[in-house]
């Protein structure tokens, strides 16, 4: 057995295939997230664990090391890089979901060696999904927020290379970078495919990063959810998804919105529909009754002789379009209840009223 089980920390058995344990990982790494459990160390540290772990039993081939390794499988491997407190998220895709971010870190682990990539290359876009309460929705919100994201590796400046690290020449190109691919009769210098343009191969991978040249770094933002989010709107904050490498610029990280269902309140854009009961009585005769809006308690005149169905609308009791503005309506919806069990009394009145309805008609 090996120092740490896996299997344990995801609660599956040695035999569980890849979508088991996939499906453990998500379930466990959504329960222990840090934005669930805020300033909570021990789900922190579990929600280490069940990534590290993850790192290893959701990939097929470093399953099989540790598997067939035990203990051994340890020594070679520095979970989430040096003294980071990286995890990969790369199937956290609930939460986050990352377009082009952390699988890269992964591959750095055990891949080994420098990249040798040079032209520059966008960072990833990162999703964060947010619940906000109707009223928030109305007011809009300050809220802080951690993630994850990649930034540029300090240890390397970005470029993945041990600072004064050794390499070799390269031999298909000699070191130039650029080989003769010829054409006919013409004789076109290309990037050397085996050295990426560099010139060298073997390049020893930066202790920090692996060699990916970037890491995943925790960042905490304070961020303004505009009024009027609905839910599936997005806010773009520029430049906070992952780092772009080679010059290129960072991602963006999209903050997408779900509003919560509010109990007897539906929304439909700006508009928002309340239904509001009512008795026979009340329906015949009218009333003023309290009725709920998203700022609170309105009061509202039901004219005698309203019928079931019936909407009234309360203008200006709606939600704004996203960023502000004037408001929408609110409408309530009239349900006459129909009262089931009455005694014979009752029945009584109600006979004499269709009586007093039939001959006024
Ligand atoms: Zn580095
Ligand atoms: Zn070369």
């Excluded at 035990?70 to 990969?88: H, I």
């Amino acid at each position: 057995m090996a120092k740490k089980d896996y299997y344990r920390t995801l609660d599956v058995d040695k035999t569980s295939t890849d979508t088991e344990i996939k499906k453990a990982f998500r379930k466990l790494a959504r329960k222990y997230h840090p934005d669930v459990n805020p300033d909570n160390k021990e789900a922190e540290a579990r929600f280490k664990g069940i990534n590290e772990a993850y790192e290893v039993l959701g990939d097929p081939e470093k399953r099989k090391q540790y598997d067939t390794m035990g203990d051994r499988f340890f020594d070679g491997f520095k979970p989430g890089g040096s003294g980071f407190e990286g995890t990969s998220y790369q199937d956290f895709d609930n939460i986050f979901r990352g377009r082009g971010g952390f699988e890269d870190i992964l591959g750095g682990m055990f891949g080994g060696g420098a990249r040798q990539r040079s032209s520059p290359v966008r960072g990833g876009d990162l999703q964060y999904l947010m619940e906000v309460d109707l009223e928030e929705a109305l007011t809009g919100k300050k809220v802080d927020i951690s993630f994850y994201h990649s930034t540029r590796c300090t240890g390397c400046g970005g470029k993945g290379e041990k600072p004064g690290g050794r390499s070799d020449a390269c031999s298909s190109c000699g070191g130039s970078g650029t080989i003769a691919a010829s054409r006919g009769i013409f004789n076109i210098p290309q990037t050397c495919p085996s050295c990426g343009g560099s010139g060298r191969v073997n390049i020893e991978a930066c202790d920090s990063c692996g060699g990916k040249g970037e890491l995943p770094r925790h960042e905490k933002l304070n961020v303004k959810i505009p009024p009027g989010v609905d839910t599936g709107s997005r806010i773009r904050l520029a430049g906070k998804g992952n780092a772009g490498q080679n010059g290129g610029p960072n991602g963006d990280l999209y903050i997408e919105t779900k509003v919560r269902v509010k109990e007897g309140f539906r929304r439909d854009g700006q508009s928002v529909f309340v239904d509001i009961n009512i008795s026979v009585p009340q329906a015949i005769l009218g009333d003023s009754i309290e009725v709920p809006t998203i700022d609170g308690k309105a009061s509202m005149k039901i004219p005698p002789g309203t019928q079931n169905g019936q909407k009234f609308r309360l203008k200006g009791k709606g939600l704004p379009k996203m960023g502000g503005g004037t408001r929408g309506d609110q409408y309530l919806v009239i349900k006459v209840e129909i009262p089931k069990d009455i005694d014979d009394d009752t029945k009584e009145l109600v006979r004499r009223l269709d009586d007093k309805i039939k001959r006024k008609g």
